[in-house]
């Protein structure tokens, strides 16, 4: 299949990007790794793709307060194997290789995959549970307000996200990231991330329009350490759909057996 006819532009400054993006129907292309797809299905026909890859300084990976800012541009492939991010967020470290192919991790940007918003990607849920910041041309979007439902988030036309901040998380706490699909490579049937320690934090991926905060288990996880009690909520607490890579009853199963698996590796992770 080949894309619909669109103009092309390729800015060199995040304003004439703005300005490009406001001026006509148009769309940001980063990685291209969902948009080109999309292009070639026809699902899209955007009259302007506006090419953000010649804008120099956005694919940065940095300290901030002991955790972390990244670059919008940033590749996946480049998370997966920074230091920084292995010391700084282990959780990010640890999901990376999850996150498609190789080849499609070499192109593929942290922004790109944020504002695409698949229900079933791995990096909305974890922006969710990392409480992570969204910068944009216009404001800073906390990662819970980011999303309205699948692919679709609160960007308003013309705005960029230029900047992912992730907070340090509390000293001690003990993370993991458990993930079933089908075939190595594949977007998640679903998947959970924890967080324990000096509170807990739960995310369901793949079980809903966006990634949510199983915020009952959450609560349980705090008050009683028996674990079957606590998935017995998280599995009550979501309510996914059947497709066909799975019926909404084997999601539900899979919400169970990971957040038991996801809870038991981050509470002997935990100081
Ligand atoms: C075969 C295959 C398997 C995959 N498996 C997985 C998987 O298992 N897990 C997973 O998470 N992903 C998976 N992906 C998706 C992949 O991770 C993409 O790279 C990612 O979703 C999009 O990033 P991108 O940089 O390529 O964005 P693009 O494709 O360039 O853009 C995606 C969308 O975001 C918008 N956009 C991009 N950047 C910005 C910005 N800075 N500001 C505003 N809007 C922006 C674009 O306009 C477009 O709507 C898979 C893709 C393929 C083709």
Same mark, same amino acid.
């Given at each position: 299949m080949k894309p619909p006819p669109f103009e092309y532009v390729a800015p060199s400054t995040l304003d004439e990007a703005v300005s490009a993006l406001t001026s006509k129907d148009a769309m940001v292309l980063a990685g291209g790794q969902s948009l080109v797809p999309m292009l070639n299905f026809r699902l899209l026909a955007p009259a302007r793709l506006v090419d +953000?890859? $010649? +804008? *120099? /300084? !956005? #694919?940065y990976i940095r300290d901030w307060n002991q955790g972390l800012r990244i670059g919008t541009l940033a590749r996946h492939h480049a998370l997966e194997t920074s230091s920084l991010v292995r010391e700084r967020c282990p959780i990010l470290h640890a999901a990376? &290789?999850?996150?498609?192919?190789l080849a499609i991790r070499n192109r593929g940007t942290i922004g790109g995959s944020l504002c695409h /918003? #698949? &229900? *079933? *990607?791995e990096l909305p849920g974890l922006a969710i549970l990392l409480k992570a910041e969204m910068q944009t041309t216009k404001r800073t979007i906390a990662a819970a307000d980011f999303?309205? /439902?699948? !692919?679709?988030?609160v960007l308003e036309k013309g705005e960029i996200l230029t900047e992912i901040r992730v907070p340090p998380l509390a000293a001690g706490m003990g993370w993991a990231f458990e993930e079933f699909a089908? $075939?190595? /490579? #594949?977007?998640?049937?679903a998947a959970i991330g924890a967080l324990v320690g000096a509170e807990t934090r739960i995310v369901a991926i793949g079980v809903s329009e966006t990634p949510i905060r199983l915020r009952r288990a959450e609560a349980q996880s705090t008050n009683i350490t028996d674990l079957d009690a606590i998935v017995e909520v998280a599995r009550e607490e979501c309510s996914p759909v059947s497709d066909q890579h799975g019926s909404a009853e084997f999601r539900r199963h899979l919400v169970g057996v990971l957040t038991k698996r996801a809870l038991t590796k981050a509470r002997e992770r935990a100081l």
């Open positions: +953000i890859n $010649r +804008i *120099a /300084g !956005l #694919d990376m &290789p999850l996150v498609a192919h /918003g #698949d &229900p *079933a *990607a999303y309205k /439902g699948a !692919l679709t988030t089908l $075939r190595s /490579g #594949d977007f998640a049937v």
